[in-house]
């Protein structure tokens, strides 16, 4: 899914049955030690948040980055979750679930004990309504794609049925869902928020406002571990702890989520005592951060794939592979990470972060050589940029970001392509991307789940074109194998499978494949227990204050 540093479009991402995920390298969350001497959690206190840039939505449909899935995964819960640490499968709605003999049948088990934000219970029905309404045409859901596996969906998302076939009540607690084949990813991907379930009459009477800053505590009910109070667009989002949570109940009374337009002043306001976290600290101050603060930070590594975008439609980029592959052997990608990043990243060598199972180490995408670039140049058509139009370079607007921006331009100047920058404000970049408006754009997606199907499906599949897939990039090939590794259920192969995929996508560049960022967290001194998953979820539930 597409998120502010991700695009966590949004932006996610193993074996049969129940899936084990801490036995495929994943054991990737980071939890900072306990330094203040009590050990005991103590409950109560609200913890103030400073996030960077507002959500998008707070409609589990429409999480399509990550500041609207950190805040979502807290109101409302999905039949499973993942473990803070390991990412391992754990039951949460769902108490268990069962596989018929051919594996394309699952019965979920539900909780006798889950109540929605008002006191009422939760039942099966309740789910089924949800996700009908996540498939349904009118939703325009850019997710619906995670029910595309079940019976029955098609008809929905056309809009030709109401209700998908393949999801049935068998009683009050037990949910049948039919798969069109045997799929060992769906039970993994239900772990995305856009499969939570909240509460659909409420939702229906919102209308338009459901998941909007004009959303009340009587239309946002979830069954979360946390209630919504409310969203005051643009400066803050308030959630509050809901007492009668069937799970886990978190220690915090209240998460004040503080919104900021850049690092730099959320940053400041941390150094002030006004909050609790930050997300990203200021561009430039990342090793005199480290040397000022070095017991509250947290450094972390996430499924994130970041990437600049050609929008294969549009010229010059559309059906000119040489143009492609000018501008990738232009830019030093390296020099940027050591200068502008202060080596806070890696560069990236393909389509998945080196964290994912199955990535492809032997991928060669090209890296920076300024005499292939003219060469290329020149094929394209362009010798030495002659009668190129200066091309439009877009990207959300963080101040790390505005620096890359200017170090690419000033990188591709130097081969005789011009490029002229326009930053964005978040919302309308997600907007512009989607419907093609945008020549060439920067990409950062989060895995919704561990899966390599998940990011290499959603960012380069043709069933994607307009949501997921900003680049509409599209082979035959690709989808074949995509199909393939979908239901191979061999580990070996699967893998297989899916480094073939990295290769035919490098091959045609669609993108230019950036950085592997190690991000840093800061916290207060009187944090402890919070955790951060390597989908950049931090588990809200287990945070106590002293």
């Known amino acids: 899914m597409l998120a502010k540093k991700n695009w ?19 054991n990737t969350a980071l939890k900072n030690e306990e330094k203040p001497t009590r050990s005991t959690p103590v409950d109560g206190g609200v913890f103030r948040f400073g996030m960077i840039s507002s959500p998008s939505a707070l409609e589990p ?24 640490n390991t990412l391992e499968i ?33 039942k099966a029905q309740d789910i089924i309504d949800v996700w009908n309404r996540l498939a349904a045409k009118d939703t325009l859901s850019p997710l619906a794609f995670l029910l595309e596996p079940i019976v029955g969906f098609a008809q929905v998302n056309s809009g030709e049925l109401e209700t998908i076939s393949g999801l049935k009540t068998i009683d009050d607690y037990t949910l049948e869902v039919t798969l069109k084949e045997k799929n060992i990813v769906f039970l993994t991907s239900l772990g995305h928020p856009a499969l939570s379930i909240y509460k659909l009459e409420a939702a229906n009477k919102a209308g338009k406002d459901f998941g909007t800053p004009a959303a009340s505590p009587e239309t946002l009910i979830g069954t979360g571990a ?31 989520y503080k919104i900021f337009k850049d690092e730099s002043t959320a940053f400041n306001e941390f150094r002030a005592g006004n909050l609790d976290y930050v997300d990203m600290v200021p561009p430039g101050q990342r090793q005199s951060i480290l040397e000022e603060l070095p017991d509250q930070i947290l450094k972390t590594t996430t499924l994130t794939t970041q ?5 294969l439609t549009k010229d010059p980029f559309k059906d000119n592979i040489n143009i492609r592959k000018a501008i990738a052997y232009a830019l030093d990608i390296q020099s940027i990470a050591d200068t502008v990043l202060e080596g806070s990243s890696m560069v990236s060598n393909g389509p998945l972060p080196d964290t994912m199972p199955g990535y492809n180490i032997d991928l060669r995408a090209p890296t920076f050589d300024k005499k292939k670039a003219k060469e290329y140049l020149a094929l394209a058509g362009y010798p030495e940029g002659i009668g190129l139009a200066p091309i439009q370079y877009a990207y959300n607007y963080t101040q790390e ?24 404000e978040w919302g309308s970049y997600i907007n ?3 419907s093609g408006e945008l020549q060439m754009f920067r990409v950062a997606c989060v895995a919704d789940y561990p899966d390599p199907d998940n990011l290499l499906r959603m960012l380069y599949s043709k069933s994607q074109w307009g949501m997921n897939n900003v680049t509409f990039y599209s082979n035959p090939e690709v989808e074949r194998l995509l199909t393939q590794g979908f239901e191979e259920t061999d580990m070996t192969k699967r893998m297989a499978i899916y480094k073939k995929i990295q290769e035919l996508i490098v091959e045609d560049q669609p993108a230019i494949w950036t950085f592997s960022t190690n991000y840093l967290r800061i916290y ?8 951060i998953n390597a989908l950049d979820q931090k588990d809200m539930r287990s945070v106590w204050l002293s």
């Open 61 to 84: 449909a429409f999480l399509e980055e990550i500041n609207g899935i950190e805040i979502c995964k807290e109101l409302n819960d999905g039949l499973i979750r993942y473990d803070p």
């Open 401 to 424: 970001n505005q620096r890359v921006a200017e170090a690419f331009q000033a990188q591709l100047k130097e081969v005789g392509i011009q490029v002229n920058l326009m930053n964005m």
């Open 307 to 311: 990437y600049i975008g050609f929008n």
């Open 432 to 434: 512009a991307m989607q």
């Open 90 to 122: 754990k039951p949460a709605i769902a108490e268990s679930w069962d596989y018929s003999e051919d594996k394309k049948v699952i019965t979920f088990h539900i909780r006798k004990d889950v109540k929605f934000h008002d006191g009422t219970s939760l």
């Open 524 to 531: 207060g001194d009187r944090v402890h227990n919070l955790t």
């Open 8 to 26: 966590v479009i949004s932006i996610a991402f193993l074996l049969i049955g129940t899936i084990i995920l801490s036995g495929c390298g994943l």
């Open 226 to 256: 946390f209630k919504f109070v409310k969203w005051n667009a643009d400066q803050d989002i308030i959630l509050e702890k809901f007492t009668d949570y069937y799970g886990t109940k978190a220690h915090v009374d209240k998460i004040f």
